[in-house]
Structure formats: C-alpha cells, structure tokens
C-alpha cells in the first residue's frame, strides 16, 4: 500500500507566505471542484502550500510521495487477508474521494503509469472513481479536490505527463521566490535574524545560476532554511553552509571546490 501523510480537518495551518496569487487559484479551483497541477523546482514549498490551503479551507488532506513502484492499487486500494477473511482496504486516494478530502500526489510523474488511468474519471466533470475490484463506482463526495505535483525540469522524456492528462488540470508554476520574500521565509522558519539571512539567500542564487552547468538542480528554498537553522543554533558558518547548500547539491570534490569559491567571494 501507499504510505500517505494525513491531516486531519480543523489542524492548524502551517505557515506559508504566498509569491503571487497561487492561493486565489487554489481557492478557485476548489470552489468550481477542478483539478490542480503544481509545476515547479524541488523544495520551493509545493507540499507546504497544499498543506496550508488543506487548513486554510478546512479539509483533512492524504498526501502520496509518489515513486517508481506506486501502482494505481496502491492509491485506490486491495483486498487483504486479515483475520482469515479476505476484506477490501481502501488507498488514500478512495479515501479522500470517499470523504471528500484533499489527495495530494506529490511528483505524480514518478509513479507507475497505470496511475493516470485511475485518475482521468476524476479530473472530469464525471468525478467518480470506479474500482474494478469491488464494482463500486464511487462518486466524489463534496470537498473533494485532487492536486498533484512534479518537477518538470527534473523529469526526463520517459518521465512526464502526458498532454492529455496535463489538459485535465488547472496548472500554477512555482519558482523560488523573490529575495526579499525568501529572506522573510527563511528567517521565519529558522530563527535567524533577517542581516545575516540577506547573504544566504544572496548565495542561494549565485549557486542557482549554475544550474543546468555544474549542477542538476538548484539549492531549494528548503536548504537554505537548513543552514539558516543551524547557523541560528550556533554552527559556524562555513559548517553549516557547507552541509546545508553544498553537499546536498554535487558529489564532484572539484565542483564543491568551485562552489566553495563562491562562498568565499560573498563572505569573504
């Protein structure tokens, strides 16, 4: 089965602070019961921001780390033997269709194929979800709402979505934020006071240049937070930059070597 995330209606919300209007589009999308794709780098928020509209509309929320061995019956669900009887066990997404929640399917790329056929009756105007299984066909109960996500920079050829199925979806690009609003995150989420936050962002996009260069991706919004972190709890801070922004990024001793020159320009 799936390993889903859950959180239940009525939690607190986590903060996020919005770029541009992804919330209004968000909340549209909800309202008119359509589906959502969220494009975007990785650790520029996607899972937080499904999180913090979850609490912001009050629906409980099943969220799916999709991955190459996720079936379509691990979403909908499969009969198991329990207690000498064999009984259906609903997926989280038959859950969330069930009880009218948010299913987040995180990289939903990365899952098997047969995934987007499970979906496509539920990014209609049919909103149902039939299960071959058991011969239900369960109509989406009133809250419902699917939002997936992937990294379309990341993915190669023989992983992205189809148009047919990216057609289904309202679509809401993600970027990493603006500096002045990464330094207001960042230091909100670390401890750290704003000053010394400025040079990290700073750093963060001298290295996000490099991207598609020496580097695969990008150091994330996330990272930055980690270093931020450690730095606020009294790591020096050539450690914490280094195990935060530069190892996480490459494995090459030379490429480390030069983004480590890029560390020492702004600080030093």
């Known amino acids: 089965m799936a390993t889903a995330e859950t959180r239940q209606e009525g939690a607190p919300a986590p903060f996020y ?65 329990k207690g000498g009887e064999t009984v259906w066990v609903d997926g989280p997404l038959t859950r969330a269709v069930r009880e009218g929640a948010i299913c987040y399917l995180d990289e939903v790329v990365e899952a098997r194929k047969d995934v987007t056929v499970v979906l496509h009756p539920l990014t209609d105007d049919r909103r149902i979800l039939p ?35 990216r057609q289904r979806f309202l679509s809401v690009d993600f970027d990493f934020p603006a500096p002045e609003r ?46 931020a972190t450690l730095i606020a709890a009294g790591m020096p801070l050539e450690r914490a930059i280094l195990a935060a922004m530069i190892e996480p990024l490459t494995d090459d001793e030379d490429v480390k070597a030069g983004l480590l020159d890029i560390v020492s320009a702004i600080y030093g």
Request: proline share 5%.
């Open 131 to 165: 299960l071959d299984k058991t011969g239900e066909e369960i109509e989406a109960a009133p809250g419902f709402m699917l939002v997936a996500s992937y990294n379309p920079g990341y993915q190669n050829i023989l992983k992205t979505l189809k148009p047919s199925t």
């Open 17 to 81: 602070l919005p770029v541009a209007d992804e919330c209004d589009i968000f909340e549209a999308a909800f309202a008119h019961r359509l589906p959502l794709l969220l494009k975007g780098p990785t650790g520029v928020g996607k899972t937080r921001f499904v999180a913090h509209m979850a609490a912001r509309l009050g629906r409980p929320l099943y969220t799916v780390a999709c991955h190459d061995d996720l079936s379509a019956a691990d979403l909908v669900g499969r009969f198991l033997l």
């Open 182 to 227: 990464e330094v207001e995150i960042v230091a909100r989420e670390s401890g750290l006071d704003q000053a010394r936050v400025k040079n990290l962002v700073r750093l963060a996009g001298k290295l996000r240049a490099l991207r598609g260069q020496d580097l695969e991706e990008g150091v994330s919004t996330r990272l930055v937070i980690y270093a």
